[in-house]
């Protein structure tokens, strides 16, 4: 069993539409959350990042994290056609290396 | 800051052909990361370093050697390719302190083996 797994779509919405991109993860001992978004033909950056149970809002974007059921989600609100990209999940706890999802490729349709 | 830089951005190789993918970057950053990015497959770690003259393996090593003799440069060395090693390799950087540990990517190289 991989410790992070992400459903890598791809995924299709019209604009407008709210999206819902998920990860679930198998090591308890996980404390922080990550959402990176990587643009066709370049280097993932950050986008939000959390480590507690509960949501967290930037703008459009809202991390949720749900400890008990060890699942992760990012739901972007009034999804735009900018917002087209791969949307990686990461988490890590300590100092300990980053473990990333497989991504999953977004397309927004104007 | 220019940030994490990489080069080349795009490499044909031959089989059993060597070379070197080059990253630097100027954040004064100690932990320094070699990926590849496959279709589909995510980000597999290759190599990290957790400062000058300290580098570790990661999930996918074999093929591949690293070295740090500075905190600015983590070069990765390509023996002999294959066709396997045909990817997207990313560099990546961290501060040491600090959570969550949020690494800075660069622009990548886009490596293909024939």
């Known amino acids: 069993q991989k410790e992070v797994e992400q459903d890598p779509g791809p995924l299709s919405v019209p604009e407008g539409a709210i999206v819902s991109l998920n990860c679930t993860y198998s090591?308890?001992?996980?404390?922080?959350f990550m959402w990176y978004r990587q643009y066709s033909r370049k280097g993932p950056e950050l986008l939000m990042y959390?480590?507690?149970?509960g949501n967290k809002e930037d703008g459009r974007f809202t991390a949720q994290v749900d400890k008990s059921s060890k699942y992760i989600s990012l739901f972007i609100r009034d999804s735009q056609p900018s917002d087209s990209a791969t949307y990686l999940c990461?988490?890590?706890?300590?100092?300990?290396?980053?473990?990333f999802g497989t991504g999953t490729r977004l397309t927004i349709i104007p | 800051n220019a940030g994490v830089t990489q080069t080349p951005k795009f490499r044909i190789l031959k089989i059993g052909q060597s070379m070197t993918l080059q990253c630097a970057q100027d954040?004064?950053?100690?932990?320094m990361y070699w990926y590849r990015q496959d279709p589909g497959m995510g980000l597999k770690l290759i190599y990290y370093?957790?400062?000058?003259?300290?580098?570790d393996k990661g999930e996918v090593p074999n093929g591949y050697n690293v070295s740090r003799s500075t905190t600015e440069d983590f070069p990765l060395r390509l023996e002999l390719a294959a066709p396997s090693q045909t990817s997207v390799y990313f560099c990546?950087?961290?501060?040491?302190?600090?959570?969550?540990?949020?690494?800075?990517f660069g622009p990548g190289t886009r490596l293909t083996v024939l």
């Open positions: 959390t480590y507690s149970s």
């Open positions: 090591n308890s001992a996980f404390q922080y």
């Open positions: 990461a988490m890590h706890f300590g100092n300990e290396k980053l473990t």
């Open positions: 954040m004064n950053h100690n932990y």
């Open positions: 370093s957790v400062g000058a003259g300290i580098t």
């Open positions: 990546a950087s961290t501060p040491t302190s600090g959570v969550p540990h949020e690494q800075f």
